[in-house]
């Protein structure tokens, strides 16, 4: 059973850096073809795409209009995943949510994806 566990989130000023973990347990970086992908819910939005990453490929793609921003990074020996965010601006404001798929697929779409973490507040001020 796969299971994935986000932190570092919290309240920043807009402008600020945050950087999210995501850890993995019952699914292995190094060995297992598998995507890791973050996704984010604002309040009264839907879900949307933010990166993903291929764990033994290390493609990545980071949706375009945050590109600029935010990077995805895994560290295969911790089997952890990074979203490094940096300039945040109010808009960042959401619950993020980490994502698995024990495929190696780099999908942008969250129906792709079967296992989810239970989300981490991220929360930007002006």
């Known amino acids: 059973q796969v299971q994935l566990v986000e932190s570092g989130g919290g309240l920043v000023r807009a402008g600020g850096s945050l950087r999210l973990s995501c850890t993995a347990s019952?699914?292995?970086?190094?060995?297992?073809?598998?995507?890791l992908g973050w996704f984010r819910q604002a309040p009264g939005e839907e879900r949307e795409f933010v990166a993903a990453?291929?764990?033994?490929?290390?493609?990545?793609y980071v949706a375009t209009d945050v590109q600029d921003r935010f990077t995805i990074t895994s560290d295969n020996a911790r089997n952890t995943m990074y979203l490094t965010m940096n300039i945040l601006n109010v808009e960042d404001t959401a619950v993020y949510y980490c994502a698995a798929v024990e495929e190696d697929i780099v999908s942008v779409q969250e129906k792709h994806y079967d296992y989810w973490g239970q989300g981490t507040q991220v929360t930007v001020s002006s």
């Open positions: 990453v291929g764990t033994t490929t290390g493609v990545t």
């Open positions: 019952g699914l292995t970086f190094d060995s297992t073809s598998a995507t």
